[in-house]
């Protein structure tokens, strides 16, 4: 079983940077590939970057490529986002999951935290 707790969420002017944090329980965390995601009002939730729990391979989706990096802790049981340069259309509630699939498909995910929001002002 793992727990997902995300933090660092808030609101930031267009070309700004935001650290989201992920923070999990469990002592097997780093068995787990960790995919952070996010949904706008309206659509669909949507991958965002992922990286892999033995090697730290990542992915990421092409609208956030050069922008955001994908990086975690195993001893600390962390997966951080840091994101630059946002974009108003970045605005939604981003999410981390924890998998022990290497998927970018949010219904292969096992572990969800509860999000936290992301607003871009332009």
């Known amino acids: 079983q793992v727990q997902l707790v995300e933090s660092g969420g808030g609101l930031v002017q267009a070309g700004g940077s935001l650290r989201l944090s992920c923070a999990a329980s469990?002592?097997?965390?780093?068995?787990?590939?960790v995919g952070w995601f996010r949904q706008a009002p309206g659509k669909e939730r949507e991958f965002v970057a992922r990286i892999a729990g033995i090697g730290g391979i990542t992915t990421y989706t092409s609208s956030v490529k050069g922008r955001f990096t994908i990086s975690r802790d195993n001893a600390k049981n962390t997966v951080s986002l840091q994101m630059n340069s946002l974009k108003p259309e970045d605005t939604a509630v981003y999410y981390c999951?924890?998998?022990?699939?290497?998927?970018?498909?949010?219904?292969?995910?096992?572990?969800w935290g509860q999000g936290t929001q992301v607003t871009v002002s332009s």
């Open positions: 469990g002592r097997t965390f780093g068995r787990y590939a």
């Open positions: 999951a924890a998998t022990t699939k290497l998927t970018i498909f949010a219904g292969d995910y096992d572990y």
